[in-house]
């Protein structure tokens, strides 16, 4: 993957070990996947197991609705989000030089 990833000019970047909430997304979907897909079922072979995990992902996708998708289930979210207009993109900002511009001062530490 490396040699692959510098031959096409693309920057890997990973999590930190042991810091799960930089990439919380996955890590709230590999709980679920887990407990409600493979904690609750016994595999006898390959084709069993990927027949139970098409069939979880398929009513993941389809099926249950998502609160962080406003109660939609992804499938629906994605029908949605393709009618509706681009949003313009939001503009990026450094810290650094919206501080510079600003007067705000920086809290001081209180020891002194």
């Given at each position: 993957?490396?040699?692959w990833a510098y031959q096409s000019q693309v920057a890997l970047h990973f999590i930190?070990?042991?810091k799960p909430t930089q990439n919380a997304l996955i890590e709230s979907f590999n709980g679920k996947f887990?407990?409600?897909c493979?904690?609750?079922?016994w595999f006898v072979d390959l084709r069993h197991a990927r027949e139970v995990i098409e069939d979880w992902r398929v009513d993941?996708?389809?099926v249950r609705p998502h609160s962080s998708?406003?109660?939609l289930t992804p499938e629906e979210f994605a029908a949605s989000a393709a009618t509706r207009p681009a949003s313009p993109p939001t503009p990026v900002v450094?810290?650094?030089s919206a501080r510079a511009g600003s007067?705000?001062?920086e809290p001081r530490s209180a020891n002194l």
């Open positions: 993957m490396d040699q930190e070990r042991g887990r407990d409600e493979l904690n609750q079922n993941y996708n389809t998708l406003r109660y450094s810290i650094a007067d705000v001062q």
